[in-house]
Structure formats: structure tokens, C-alpha cells
């Protein structure tokens, strides 16, 4: 389908407004040409003989408050749906942008997406309200005058009109050009967005690095080629006014060549042809608009294009035909010979033929070196991704047999980055749990030992923390993420290295609650800190996307040439005297680990 007549169907469900505004430029075109009609009886009675003055000038009073009007109410209406069809456009592509799956997001960055959203669709509002409006109004304005020319003398009408098929061409071929040049400009705005949003999000290392020179280098370099591509836009739309003056001039040169013998002829009056001069001349008005809505409408095009690109997009994880709502967990969770890879184009097993299966209640923890596919593996739970080989099943369902909906209710996760939202502390934690009171939003933080910090923040747990939770420390950031899983109250939890910015005395403290919640709910719990993971049910070791080993931390240990044996020998030899020392200072390395490590 086109993209302008997509749009048009996005303006469908106002079209009795439109109907009104149709009504209104109507009037605005009767009223013009009426005006037009008026020199007649100006030149032809009021002005030899002084007759006729009173209904003449009220006449003019009349025809301006109508023309008046009807152009207040078709532009004030077309801007209203205009207005209408752009917040329609903005709220489907926000959902539908926000529903795409995790590999959409990892190949587009913010910036694009936020330029689609606002530069793209304000383009295509400018286009509705003004060209649309513009379009309608001034050819019906223009059907006027021609009819009053007509009227007076059809054959001096086609005389002055012939030029104007000439200048269809050019206006045809200048419409193309601009629509691949709004494209073009439409792009680099979405770049300038891109490189905005990173650095500004970025600002703290940019300025550590001493690289402020180099992106304001690369952001006027971005500017200056939007610039000189909106330029080449504006020359073509600059060239359109000036092109059809000059072929007014002709028109009216030759009305008056023309028009000089039928008034010595007596077949016109002075009055007549003044007037049929007057609605030339008033034609040019409407005329120049209308010159320049078709490259107003090619640049809506191109904007609608790319939004309608962007719709077409169907990356989700979509529930299959028939997916059944998924049971709480009840039994088990299994990764049936899981593969996975992250795109076709990137066919790299990132997991290979993972197979391991957690009965209900019980904790997991994973472990493995950096890279090693912890957070992928995870991430297949909710179906952030979905398997490419094998299949993860919860109570033996096929996790893609079931709705997305009902499979993430019983999911509450704490990722690798914390990420917390513009919003009261109070607000973040109770995110996704909306109807939770106070009292069971202070009990998830007490859980969760945030409660001491938030106590003393200005406003209690009404403080706002700033975007992305800039106004916290990194371990006060993570404490909320975790009373913010455990408001939900989710039969399966995932914590992807949940306690990574605490010290050791939070961290010990939240372990011991999370312990306690964890009891009743199956967990997944990425750690580096093996000593975080100790207590594990079951710990799977991962090395490069293939399970190693699984079983009990002693187990483990007692294995000869264990992968785990080896990572926990590695950590216990690193870790600092400082921090070594402090922990036995309070009690809180109670085992003699090196010792068990090199037994094994
Ligand atoms: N969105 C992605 N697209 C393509 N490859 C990815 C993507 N995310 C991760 N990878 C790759 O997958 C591999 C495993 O990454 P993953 O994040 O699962 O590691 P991890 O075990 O969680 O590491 P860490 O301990 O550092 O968090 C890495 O080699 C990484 O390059
Ligand atoms: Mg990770």
C-alpha cells in the first residue's frame, strides 16, 4: 500500500471532522471567488454612477467575515487532525518499538529510535494539517476563480491558462528530488540523534578521557551534512514561487492582449475584465501554495515511509496459535539440549546442547568465566530470545507453547545493569507490582536492606533518583532492583549478579535474605563471588557455552581437576590481604578454602 494512503487511513476515524473542514474551505472558496465577482459591480455601477454602493460595500463586509471564517475553521480543523493522527502514530510506534524483541534493540540504538518517534512524525503532522489543508482549500479556491473566468469569457480563460500544464513537469520532477532528499535528511537527523543521546549518557567517561573535542568534531561534522541536506530541500522547494510568477506574468500579458480588443469590441465590460484580471491576479495566491504541496507531500512520504518501515517491523515473540496460559511453576524447569546463537548473521553458538533440569524450589547458580554465556542463558527464561536448537520446559511445556504473558508473570529478575527509572524510590520499587501498598514496599526494601539508605534520603522513599538512578550509589541502585523482584513475589527468580556493587557486610546481609525468600521460590543466580554461591542447590559451571560440570560446591571441590576447583583456587588466591583480612577481622570467611582447594 502507499504510504500516503496508509496515512490517510491513520486520519480515517476523524473524517467527520474533516467533513467540516471540507465545508469550511468550501465557503472560503465561495467567499474568494465572490470577492473576485465583487469588482465587477465596483467598476461597472459604483464607480461611474455612485449606485448600487450600499449592497456593494456590505457585500464586501459579508464575503470577508465568510472568507474569514471558513479559512479559521479548515486550518483550525486541519491541525486538529493533523495533531490527532500524530499522537495516534507516536503511541503505536512507542508500544510497538517497546514490544520488539532484545535483538532489535541491540542492533538500533536510542537515539534512532527517539528521532523515528519524534522527527519523522512531525513531518508527516506538518503534511497532514498544512499540505493536506493547503491542497484541499486552495483548489477549491482555484475551482473559483476559473469558474468566474469562465464565466466571463471561456475562450480568454483557456487563453491565459494554457501555460499551466508546462509547469506540472518540473513541479513532478522537483517532487522526487525531494522526497529522496528528506529521506536522506531525515536519516542524518537520526544519526545527530544517535550521537547526542551516546555522549550525553555517556558524559562522565567522555569527559575522563579528555574526548569532548572529538564529539562535538563528530557531532557539527553530523550537523553540518544535515544542513547542507535540508539546502538542497529548500533550494527546490525555493524555485517553485518565482516559477509560477513568471508564468502569471505570461497569463495576464496575454489576457491583456487579448482582452484590449473584446472590451473595444464591446463583448466585455470594464467592469467584467477588471474582474476576470482581479481572479488572475488572485490565483496566483492558491496557485504558488499549490506549487509547492506536492514536494510538501513527497517530504511526508518520505517521513511516512520510514515510519511505516518501522511497523513493519515484527520482531516480538509472539505467542503461537494456540499458546496455553502457563501454570505456576509447579515441578521442574528443564533445558532440554538448549543451542543458541544471537542473529543469522552472527551464527556463533554463543550456548551449545546446555541440558540440566531444576526441580521446584530449588537454587542454581551458574557460573563461569566472563563471556562464558551466563547472561544468555538466562535470558532464555522470560524469552528475551528465544532457543535456536533444543527446548527449555517449565512443568514439561515447551516455553514457546505458552503466552509470553503468562510465562514472565512468574519471573522476577534483577539484571547484570540495574536498571531503575526517573521516578520516587517508592515508584521504581513498586514498578510492575502497582497495586502494592506502602507497607508491602517497605517490607520488599527492608528485605532487601534499603530500607537504612532510603531512610536517610530528603524525602524518604519519596525522593526521586534521577534518570537511570544517577543521584544513587551503585549498591544502593542494586538493593533496589532487588526489593523491587522481591515485591513481586515471582514463583522463579533470576538474579544475574544481583550483588555485585555490594561490600561484603551488604552483600552477606542480603544474601541472607535473599536466602530466605529464595527458599520458597526456584532461583537462578549468576555470581562471580563464589562465595555467593556456595549454598547453591545445584551449581552449573559454564565454559565457553557448554555445561562443564554440575553439582553441590563440595562436590565440585572434590572432583579431581575440577573447572570449578580451578575458578574457586583463582579466587581465593586474588582476593586482596586488605579484604581478606577485614573478613576475618568480623568472622565472615568462616572456611578454610585454599586449604580444601588444593586437597582436591
Ligand atoms: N546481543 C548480542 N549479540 C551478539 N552477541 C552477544 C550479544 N550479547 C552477548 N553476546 C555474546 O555472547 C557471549 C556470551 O555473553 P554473555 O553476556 O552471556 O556472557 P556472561 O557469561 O554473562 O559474561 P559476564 O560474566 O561478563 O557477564 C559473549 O561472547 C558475547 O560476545
Ligand atoms: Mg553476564
Known amino acids: 500500500m502507499h504510504p500516503f494512503l496508509r496515512l490517510l487511513r491513520h486520519a480515517a476515524p476523524y473524517r467527520g471532522r474533516l467533513a467540516i473542514a471540507l465545508g469550511a474551505m468550501g465557503i472560503y472558496a465561495v467567499a474568494s471567488a465572490g470577492l473576485a465577482y465583487l469588482i465587477k459591480p465596483i467598476f461597472d455601477s459604483v464607480l461611474p454612477n455612485r449606485s448600487a454602493l450600499g449592497w456593494v460595500a456590505t457585500a464586501i463586509v459579508v464575503v470577508y467575515v465568510a472568507k474569514g471564517l471558513g479559512s479559521f475553521c479548515a486550518s483550525y480543523l486541519m491541525t486538529d487532525i493533523g495533531q490527532r493522527v500524530v499522537r495516534d502514530l507516536r503511541e503505536l510506534m512507542f508500544s510497538h518499538i517497546l514490544g520488539q524483541s532484545a535483538g532489535f534493540f541491540a542492533r538500533r540504538s536510542t537515539g534512532q529510535l527517539m528521532s523515528r518517534i519524534m522527527n519523522d512524525v512531525s513531518q508527516v503532522q506538518h503534511a497532514v494539517s498544512e499540505t493536506i489543508g493547503d491542497l484541499l482549500q486552495e483548489s477549491l479556491a482555484l475551482v473559483g476563480y476559473a469558474g468566474l473566468m469562465f464565466y466571463y469569457d471561456a475562450r480568454l480563460a483557456l487563453v491565459v491558462m494554457t501555460g499551466a500544464p508546462v509547469v506540472v513537469y518540473p513541479l513532478v520532477r522537483l517532487g522526487q528530488r525531494v522526497r529522496r532528499t528528506t529521506r536522506r535528511s531525515q536519516e542524518e537527523m537520526e544519526h545527530l540523534s544517535h550521537m547526542a543521546a551516546e555522549a550525553f549518557a555517556g558524559h562522565r567517561i567522555v569527559k575522563a578521557f579528555g574526548a569532548e573535542g572529538h564529539e562535538s568534531r563528530r557531532f557539527s561534522a553530523g550537523a553540518d551534512r544535515l544542513y547542507r541536506t535540508n539546502m538542497k530541500v529548500t533550494s527546490a ?68 515511509q520510514r515510519i511505516f518501515e518501522l511497523l ?40 551449545r546442547r546446555v541440558s540440566f533440569t531444576v526441580p521446584a524450589g530449588q537454587m542454581v547458580a551458574i557460573v563461569g568465566l566472563s563471556g562464558a554465556g551466563k547472561t544468555t542463558l538466562v535470558n532464555l527464561i522470560p524469552r528475551f530470545y528465544d532457543v535456536t536448537g533444543g527446548a527449555i520446559l517449565i512443568d514439561g511445556v515447551d ?114 535474605a535473599l536466602a530466605r525468600l529464595m527458599m520458597s521460590r526456584t532461583s537462578f543466580v549468576i555470581a562471580h563471588r563464589l562465595s555467593t554461591v556456595r549454598r547453591a542447590d545445584a551449581i552449573i559451571v559454564l565454559e565457553k557455552g557448554e555445561v562443564k560440570e554440575i553439582g553441590r560446591h563440595d562436590e565440585l571441590l572434590a572432583r579431581p581437576d575440577s573447572v570449578y576447583g580451578r575458578l574457586y583456587a583463582l579466587q581465593m588466591f586474588e582476593r586482596p590481604e586488605g579484604d581478606a583480612a577485614a573478613n576475618d577481622g568480623n568472622g565472615r570467611t568462616p572456611e578454610p578454602v585454599g586449604e580444601r582447594v588444593r586437597e582436591g
Request: aromatic share 6%; glycine share 8%.
Open 237 to 304: 522547494l525555493a524555485v517553485l514561487p518565482p516559477l509560477m510568477e513568471l508564468l502569471g506574468g505570461f497569463g495576464i500579458a496575454a489576457a491583456l492582449w487579448y482582452g484590449a480588443d473584446q472590451i473595444a469590441s464591446a463583448r466585455l465590460t470594464t467592469g467584467e475584465f477588471s474582474s476576470f484580471i482581479a481572479a488572475m491576479f488572485l490565483m496566483y495566491g492558491p496557485a504558488k501554495k499549490l506549487s509547492r504541496v506536492n514536494a510538501n507531500l513527497q517530504q511526508a512520504i518520505a517521513a511516512a
Open 399 to 512: 516455553l514457546r507453547d505458552a503466552t509470553v504473558r503468562s510465562l514472565r508473570a512468574q519471573i522476577g529478575m534483577v539484571t547484570q545493569e540495574t536498571v531503575l527509572f526517573d521516578d520516587t524510590v517508592a515508584a521504581n520499587i513498586a514498578y510492575g507490582s502497582l497495586n502494592a501498598g506502602r507497607e508491602a514496599v517497605e517490607a520488599a526494601a527492608r528485605a532487601a536492606h534499603a530500607h537504612e539508605f532510603i531512610s536517610t534520603l530528603p524525602q524518604g522513599y519519596e525522593t526521586r533518583i534521577g534518570e537511570r538512578g544517577q543521584r544513587l550509589s551503585g549498591g544502593q541502585r542494586q538493593r533496589l532492583a532487588i526489593a523491587r523482584a522481591l515485591l513481586k513475589n515471582p514463583p522463579i527468580l533470576i538474579l544475574d549478579e544481583a550483588t555485585s556493587s555490594l561490600d561484603a557486610e551488604s552483600e552477606r546481609l542480603v544474601q541472607d
Open 312 to 351: 513493519d517491523t515484527h520482531t516480538e515473540v509472539q505467542d503461537r496459535p494456540g499458546a496455553i496460559a502457563l501454570a505456576p511453576l509447579g515441578h521442574r524447569i528443564e533445558f532440554a539440549d538448549v543451542s543458541f546463537h544471537y542473529s543469522d548473521g552472527d551464527r556463533r553458538e554463543i550456548l
